[in-house]
Structures are given as C-alpha cells and as structure tokens.
C-alpha cells in the first residue's frame, strides 16, 4: 500500500513538473522575443472593435497603459464561453466575458439557449456555404450543431452580429472537462436552491439528485446544477442565473491561492486535454499582473432580455432589442476608468420585444 501511494506521489510529480517546465520554457521563449525579436508590444483596440465605437478616452488610456511595460492586455478583452452537450451539438452554455483590464471588473453576459437567430443576405449565403441544410432561423443553441464542420468560427460571428461586438477569444468546453475540472480543484461550495432539484433522464445519461442548502459539490454534482432546469418556475432563465451564480463561486474559490497551487498539475492536465480555445501561449504574459484584480465583487452579469414566443409552433426567446441594446453598451462599451467605480446589478427584464 506504501509502495503505490509513493509510486502515485512520484508519478504526480513528475508530470507537474514536466508540464511546468514546458511552460516556463513557451514563457522564456516569448519574453526573449517581445524584448529581443521586436515582437509587436502595442495592443491597436481599432482592431477589436469599429473605430467609431472606440472614444478618445479609452484610446490614451491604451497608449498610456502600453507604455508602462511590453506585456500589456488590451482595455477589453472579449471572450466567447460554450459548453456543448455529449454530442458536441448544441451549446446548452452561451455567455459572452468581457474582461476591463484598467478596473479588474468581468461582465458576464447569458445567452438563453432558446433565443431566435435568424440569417438573411449575405449571412444567410455564408451559413448554407457551411450546411446547404440550414433554416434561415434556428435557437441559439442550435447554430453550432448546424455548423461545426467549420469549426467555432460560425458561431462566433453569429454572436458577434447579434451582440454588436467584437470577440477576441473562445473557450470550448464539453461536460467532461467539467466534470473534471470540478473534481481537480476538489469540488466546490454551492447553496443548492430551496426545495433541491430531481430530474432524470435516461436518454441523455443525466441523473440529478441534490438537496437543498450550501454543500461541496462534485464534478458530477455540480453538472446536475448547471443542466437542471425542468423544475424551475422561469425554466432556461433561471438555470442561467444559477450558472452565473456558479461562476462566481468558482471563481472566488479557485483564485484562492492555496487552492491553485495545490491542484495545478491536474487542473493543467485537464485543460490542455478537455478544453478547446484559441487563447495561446504567446497572449499569457499580457494578462498575468491582471489576475490579482480579478474579484466576484468586480463581475456585474446579466441575461439578455426578451419574451417567449411561438414562431412556427415552436417557442422561442425573442429578444427585447431596446433592452439588449442597453445591456450591450454598458457591458461592452461602458465605464473603463479605473477612477470611477461603477457596478452593474444582475438584470432580469422581461419587456415586450420589439416588432
């Protein structure tokens, strides 16, 4: 028993250490060559977002923030979060990040998986380019089930035009890598809704059985949390805010020191085997002075808002265009002025849509 519980330590060890050294290595190589190979070291916010949406402020503020050091993150940071079922077809998760590097703070925005896409023109060409089999209008969880052939980069587009916004990155990740990576960080704390939540469904393998009350959630546990929503009054709506709520959890759990420290190794070994993303290697150093300002007091999240409505006997989330307007700009557009504090609280509208 002695033997293999020190085989176990030794095995552990080493891959640590073998997944460390090769990314101190990747950083060595990248810091020689933003500071000897001319790598570029100014971050052009005109290539995020359309110029005319970019004010005079936030320009001097990046030029100001370059100067200061060659390993500078952007102002914004965009993010698109996916979380794809078992089959890799619908995207049950849809949240765009984005992250203010001058003030720390994260807004989350949701997606419900029900809301109405719909493609015309060019749009529309591009999509039957991929799938000849398209309808010109689907549920937002359903574009990348239509379109992954040709990978996230459909997707992506379709939220940038449904937002308005620029993405910079993407972030793919399956129920597996959820699972595990709960499990690798050694489960995390949660208050389960009053009543708990039962559901089970054999067809998709899903079995949730979770009382009521704060309690250390598992791998296992916390998928049931994130995917149940039969049970709740506002359906999808509600399981958004629960996984917002989850976030944040993990968040100010994780970013404990002691806790990354302690669970590196397999919390690296399960990203680099379960999670797909175009973040790389070379886009790290940027953001590493901007981890010890990053607090769930700092994150504002909120739902886009809309009604439901029966398109073709089907019922759909139609979105309130008023309303997601105004969560837009002040989400992706809003305060960056380290200065001025400004707090965003979690929203839940339910206005008439827009004809």
């Known amino acids: 028993m002695r033997n293999s519980k020190t085989n176990y330590k030794r095995k552990f060890f080493v891959t640590f250490f073998s997944v460390f050294s090769v990314l101190l290595v ?7 060559g933003y500071k000897f190979l ?10 995020q977002r359309d110029a005319t949406l ?18 500078t993150p952007p102002i914004r940071t965009n993010i698109l979060i996916t979380g794809v079922d078992k089959e890799e077809s619908l995207t049950d998760v849809l949240m765009v990040a984005s992250f203010i ?9 949701s997606i419900p998986r029900d809301t109405y896409i719909s493609y015309k023109g060019e749009d529309l060409t591009a999509l039957r380019k991929v799938n000849r089999g398209a309808p010109s209008y689907m549920k937002a969880n359903s574009v990348y089930a239509y379109t992954k052939s040709a990978g996230i980069e459909p997707l992506k587009t379709t939220v940038e035009n449904l937002l308005g916004i620029k993405i910079d990155y993407y972030v793919k990740v399956d129920l597996d890598a959820f699972v595990s990576i709960v499990d690798a960080v050694g489960g995390i ?3 389960v809704p009053k009543g708990g939540l039962k559901y089970s469904d054999p067809t998709q393998d899903l079995y949730i059985n979770l009382k009521e009350g704060y309690q250390l959630l598992d791998g296992k546990a916390a998928e049931g949390l994130v995917r149940f929503r039969k049970g709740y009054n506002r359906q999808d709506l509600q399981r958004v805010e629960v996984q917002q709520q989850f976030i944040k959890e993990f968040i100010t759990q994780v970013l404990n020191k002691d806790t990354l420290v302690s669970n ?10 379960y999670v797909e993303t175009d973040f790389s290697a070379s886009d790290l150093p940027k953001y590493l002075n901007c981890i010890p300002n990053i607090a769930t007091s700092k ?29 837009v700009d002040q989400f992706f557009y809003g305060n960056t002025d380290p200065e001025k504090e400004e707090t965003t609280e979690q929203v839940e509208t339910s206005s008439t849509p827009e004809k």
């Open 26 to 32: 990747c950083l060595l190589f990248i810091f020689f």
């Open 38 to 47: 001319g790598a570029e070291k100014s971050y052009d916010p005109t290539k």
């Open 54 to 71: 970019i004010s005079e402020k936030e320009l001097k503020q990046q030029t100001e923030q370059t100067s200061n050091g060659i390993f």
């Open 101 to 109: 590097s001058t003030t720390g703070e994260i807004n989350l925005l």
């Open 189 to 191: 704390y949660f208050d």
């Open 264 to 273: 590196l190794g397999e919390i690296t070994l399960n990203l680099i085997k």
């Open 299 to 327: 994150m504002n999240t909120a739902t886009l808002p809309g009604n439901p409505q029966m398109i073709d006997n089907l019922s759909y989330y139609v979105l309130d265009n008023s309303g997601t307007k105004e969560i």
